[in-house]
């Protein structure tokens, strides 16, 4: 049995005006929480002289219950290790000897749910079978095993070792002003985005930046343009302030204006992914941003982009961004370094409009303060010399030859029954099932065989005629992506 660390000790309960010796009730404290399990075999106890201190008591009565159990096999010493509780109390000894005391609250047996906000059951997802699988076709998942990681490290080492005492204490709200400038000479860059470090809010992901933007922008009941079909989570986020969700279908030029203007003429914002749709892949056309441009200026709309994974684009020139167009500060600009980096690591980043920029970092505030200032640091330091744009480099070429892998395995196995969209760019791609096919089902039967295909039918508002399935290639190698592939096609 491997030896615990010392975890927390519960608090002990010492009754100072009972006629029971202190020695004993401290022994009787130490036999109980060993034995109803809140202490461990193996995990470490303080020292006699600690204990005492905490305690505020002699040190006398601590070294008299320790002895007696120690004699009494509930407790051991390890040189180096200090006093640990015994290694070798049986398991069947460990089951809670006073159960009622320490279980679980009645309720939680009860088999009615309690009551919880109504607006819950707007967050709440299907199961996802799909999501258990890493690998072949999890979506949004990057070549993992490709991440420069001893680089990486390197930047981690160099903040964490001897931090300076700003990135130890509450910071800004707004993020870590070098890795704000960091960005905003990126997007200025690679983006066309217009912007300057003042303007950037630090987040936690794209998720925690579309949820600040619906607190900061949308009042309860608010109609919200959402692409149909669209990004899930952006559901989730509008929902979390009562939002109206009003799906506007989007075709091949993107998301469909005019139909939202007849659906909704007067939404308080709309939700849009021009540079790469999510999830069928298409670039917003020109005409289109100018549209969208255009009604927001004159209705007062707040168009919010989510430019998750423009980066890789297969061909032609990179799009510029919907934000570097607006000339009325209309567009708010969400990024995320999930994709170009892990989805751990979860940094991301809003490009506020400069006379909002207060209520933006008065909601991030009131969230949860600001991000771990120790990645913030090292991720300014990996872009500002360069290692950044190097990966992203590499993935570009290594994803483009997956992407090629999908396309031939596709052809190779699925004899014509999977239509593919969406080809360009990015990381993923839709193929749309033969008609009549549950794609839910299929998602959930291939789930058991180890690879994960999104179903397309829960990225839209009302189920689709057509069902299809959302197939990520950055994460799996060629030989993934055709088994992969080959075990898609079979359960069809
Ligand atoms: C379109 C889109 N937007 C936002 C996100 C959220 O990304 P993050 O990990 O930054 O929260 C995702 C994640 O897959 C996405 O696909």
């Not at 239509?419 to 791609?429: D, F, I, K, R, S």
């Not at 690879?451 to 005629?465: G, H, I, M, N, Q």
Request: proline share 7%; with cysteine; glycine share 8%.
């Amino acid at each position: 049995m491997k030896r615990l660390p010392a975890g927390f000790l519960p608090s002990v309960a010492l009754d100072t005006g009972s006629d029971v010796p202190m020695y004993d009730q401290l022994s009787e404290w130490f036999r109980r929480a060993i034995i109803d399990g809140r202490l461990r075999p193996g995990q470490r106890v303080p020292s006699t002289r600690s204990l005492a201190k905490e305690l505020d008591i002699s040190r006398i009565p601590v070294l008299s219950a320790y002895e007696q159990l120690f004699a009494e096999g509930y407790l051991e010493t390890f040189i180096g290790a200090g006093t640990c509780v015994a290694r070798a109390i049986p398991d069947e000894v460990l089951k809670p000897a006073n159960a009622a005391e320490y279980a679980s609250p009645k309720h939680a047996s009860q088999s009615a749910p309690r009551k919880v906000a109504q607006r819950v059951d707007g967050l709440r997802t299907p199961p996802q079978t799909w999501a258990n699988n890493q690998g072949a076709f999890r979506v949004g998942l990057p070549a993992i095993d490709h991440f420069p990681i001893t680089s990486w490290s390197k930047f981690i080492n160099r903040h964490a070792r001897r931090p300076p005492i700003e990135q130890m204490v509450y910071g800004d709200p707004m993020g870590h002003l070098p890795l704000r400038e960091a960005i905003a000479e990126y997007l200025g860059t690679v983006r066309t985005v217009r912007c300057d470090a003042s303007q950037i809010l630090i987040t936690t992901g794209s998720q925690q930046g579309l949820q600040i933007c619906a607190h900061a922008l949308v009042e309860p009941n608010d109609p919200v343009w959402m692409e149909d079909p669209g990004y899930p989570g952006v559901r989730q986020a509008f929902r979390t302030v009562g939002a109206d969700i009003v799906p506007v279908p989007v075709d091949e030029e993107g998301l469909n204006v005019d139909e939202g203007i007849r659906r909704n003429s007067h939404a308080r914002a709309v939700y849009i992914s021009p540079s790469h749709q999510f999830p069928l892949g298409m670039t917003m056309s020109a005409a289109r941003r100018l549209q969208l441009l255009n009604w927001a200026a004159r209705t007062g709309a707040w168009i919010i982009e989510d430019d998750y994974d423009s980066e890789y684009r297969f061909g032609g020139r990179p799009l510029a961004s919907l934000q570097g167009m607006d000339t009325d500060d209309r567009v708010i600009y969400v990024g995320t370094f999930s994709k170009v980096m892990f989805p751990a690591l979860r940094v991301g980043y809003i490009v506020v409009p400069k006379d909002l920029v207060p209520a933006f970092a008065a909601v991030r505030d009131a969230f949860d303060t600001f991000s771990s200032t120790l990645y913030q640091a090292a991720l300014a330091d990996f872009i500002r010399e360069g290692q950044f744009a190097r990966h992203i480099r590499r993935m570009r070429m290594l994803y483009l030859e997956r992407r090629t892998a999908l396309l031939e395995a596709i052809d190779q196995y699925a004899d014509n029954r999977l239509e593919v969209v969406g080809t360009h760019a990015g990381m993923q791609l839709a193929a749309l099932l033969p008609p009549g096919v549950d794609d839910v089902a299929l998602s959930i039967k291939v789930a058991k065989k180890g690879v994960s295909a999104r179903p397309l039918s829960l990225c839209y508002a009302e189920p689709p005629k057509r069902g299809g399935v959302i197939l990520g290639y950055s994460g799996a190698n060629v030989h993934e992506i055709r088994e992969g592939t080959r075990k898609l096609v079979a359960c069809l």
